[in-house]
């Protein structure tokens, strides 16, 4: 089982110019054994440091001496990769930030110990100088979070999961063994948000939209046996589902907590920053930075986005826990969908989209010379395109596509309708 450290913690990088009187690195802080201390976390304390040869990496250390928040400041102008690791250097999350991009942030669960930042400049490259601090913040306890009220087994009898003063937390239990609780929230504007069991049972998580369509589950990705969810949804409404495992466990007591991230910046929850589909790409056709390679009629989704971290094991890549991006179409009536994913050249994403109850329906698979996966048949209504890195180290900016026909096209008809096989960004 995954293990994901467990009270909630919210990570800031802003990247500017900055003035702070900070002290400077002292090299060799390369390794987690010469890592620099960032200092106390009462604010007020920072390092800077430069990345000025390829390969170099800075590493850093905090303590955190008991539950809460910390937020981790980061001035620079430059592009740079941050992670974040365990007191024994396990990795927990990580992140890049473009440089000019005003905000990165991550967010994840921090129980009291050490743990480690480091910094590496982005592809192989150098940068400039930079200013990191940590400081604590408060953050959501159990004592805050308001009891379940029963019956909450139904979409129609679902309780709030965010109550009076924002606090986005619940407690509840699973008795009898096949009870369901159920929560709803709502999003004003799209946002990626994280949602989490803290518990010593055997949760399972899984996720609506406001007509049902399963968008999400997950089993163990919290602490031990609890579970952690993180995806990117549109405004509206949406239901969150507790059970327990095989729906034959009576577990006394769970909490359950949402963090939300909107677009602007301000609040990432789900530890992964806000990528570029986040903040500027669109299921709607807002074009990429670089401008649509493929455009015309028959496309049922436009999505541009990037995978910009690491996936840190090979256990994490074969259980499918690395970095991706995740995205919604409706398919009007019967017919065929194709999918096209254009990324970088040399890198290897891909492209697989899923029904409602997570079975495989297509995937453009890589590396391979088309950009296009092959036809195949569905049936009215909501799918999901997971873009996934194919290899473990790999990173790209992204451009996706999923085509639509009532009847099935010619084997040629999407290289002679939206351009050649062979494209990359």
Known sequence: MRQVLAVLGLIFLVCFAGAAQCTPEVENNDTLGLADGLGSLSGGQCRSGVLDSPGDVDFFWFDLQSTGSVTITLQCWDDIF?????????????????????????????????????????????????????TLNAAAKPSDCTPEVENNDSFGYADALCTEGNVCCRTGAISPGNDVDVYWFELSSSATVSIETVTAGDTMLYLYDAS??????????????????????????????????????????????????????????????????????????????????????????????????????????????????????????????????????????????????????????????????QWAWVTAGTYTVEVTPGKRLDRSAFELHVFYSASEPHGDYLKTQYGPEEQSL
């Open 82 to 134: 941050m992670t974040l690791s365990d007191g024994q250097g396990r990795w927990i999350n990580g992140d890049s930030h473009i440089g000019g991009q005003a905000a990165t942030q991550l967010t994840t669960r921090l129980a009291a110990g050490r743990y480690f930042v480091q910094l590496e400049a982005a592809y192989g490259g150098i940068a400039g100088r930079y200013e990191i601090s940590a």
């Open 212 to 373: 049902s369509n399963a968008l999400a589950e997950d089993d163990d990705g919290g602490e031990g046996s609890a579970s952690r969810l993180t995806t990117s949804l549109a405004s509206g409404r949406y239901y969150v589902a507790v059970v327990s495992y095989g729906r034959d466990l009576i577990i006394s007591r769970y909490e359950i907590y949402l963090s939300i991230a909107g677009s602007d910046g301000s609040a990432d929850s789900d530890g992964n920053g806000p990528s570029p589909i986040e903040d500027n790409g669109s299921a709607t056709g807002d074009a990429p930075p670089w401008g649509w390679w493929i455009y015309g009629g028959g496309i049922l989704l436009n999505a541009w986005g990037s995978i910009d971290q690491d996936c840190v094991s090979d256990y994490d890549f074969a259980h499918g826990l690395c970095d991706r991006e995740t995205f919604s179409f409706t398919v009007p009536s019967d017919g065929y969908i194709a999918v096209a994913l254009i990324d970088e050249s040399e890198q290897w994403l891909r492209a697989e989209v899923l029904d409602a109850f997570g079975y495989h329906i297509v995937a453009r698979e890589g590396p391979q010379s088309s950009i296009y996966s």
